[in-house]
């Protein structure tokens, strides 16, 4: 089924370990971003791109890393997991010009411990 | 920082009523959308509105948009107890890429 993909669905982790939270998407949308949802905070956006090889920050940035080497992927790279890191993690994608409603993966539920 | 924010944060009303929330954002905008988001499940499309547009309908959903008063209502019409879930709004703003700010919703309960 078309749509985005997200993988793994729960990781569990210990603080300073590293991981990547995997995003796929066959839709061809060039735009794609990752965001997180915590309690009573909605969504934050912290990663997104516009297209291959080209990424840039949301409003909260800090420790993740992410990269756009083809249109389908879009990783989200956590350095060194902190317990503050402790949340939901959706990736979503869009046709570009604006105007196009969002494409959610089911998310991934990451534990910091 | 939020753009959105929606208004009840939560909602309890029976079968067959009308549900209403609302959302107010803060800068300028290109559109504005309304996501659903059941238990556990990622955000699903419900509808967007352009800033040009004052109202537009899908089923039994009904947006209005009014720029002036940089605000927004969705208002779902004989709801089900299927209609249970949060309900977020997010606003694409007009200039640079497309990033969309998400409110932090409203829970709306739908009792049979």
């Known amino acids: 089924n078309a749509g985005v993909t997200q993988t793994p669905k729960f990781q569990v982790l210990k603080t300073g370990q590293s991981m990547t939270l995997q995003c796929a998407q066959d839709m061809n949308h060039e735009y794609m971003s990752w965001y997180r949802q915590d309690p009573g905070m909605g969504l934050r956006l912290i990663h997104y791109?516009?297209?291959?090889?080209?990424?840039d920050q949301g409003e909260v940035p800090n420790g993740y890393n992410v990269s756009r080497s083809t249109t389908e992927d879009f990783p989200l790279r956590l350095l060194s997991a902190a317990p503050s890191q402790t949340s939901v993690y959706f990736c979503?994608?869009?046709?570009?010009?604006?105007?196009?409603?969002?494409?959610f993966g089911s998310g991934t539920r990451l534990t910091v411990v | 920082s939020q753009q959105g924010e929606e208004d009840p944060q939560a909602l309890s009303i029976q079968e067959g009523e009308n549900a209403t929330m609302n959302c107010s954002y803060k800068?300028?905008?290109?559109?504005l959308q309304w996501y659903r988001q059941n238990s556990g499940r990622g955000l699903v499309h419900l509808i967007l509105?352009?800033?040009?547009?004052r109202e537009k309908h899908s089923g039994r959903l009904r947006v209005t948009l009014d720029t002036s008063k940089k605000s927004s209502s969705l208002l779902i019409t004989a709801s089900r107890a299927a209609d249970t879930a949060s309900y977020f709004c997010a606003t694409e703003g007009s200039s640079g890429y497309s990033t969309l700010t998400f409110g932090k919703g409203t829970m709306l309960l739908v009792s049979p």
């Open positions: 979503a994608s869009s046709g570009m010009g604006g105007g196009y409603g969002y494409t």
């Open positions: 800068t300028s905008i290109n559109n």
């Open positions: 791109s516009v297209g291959a090889g080209i990424t």
């Open positions: 509105i352009r800033s040009n547009e």
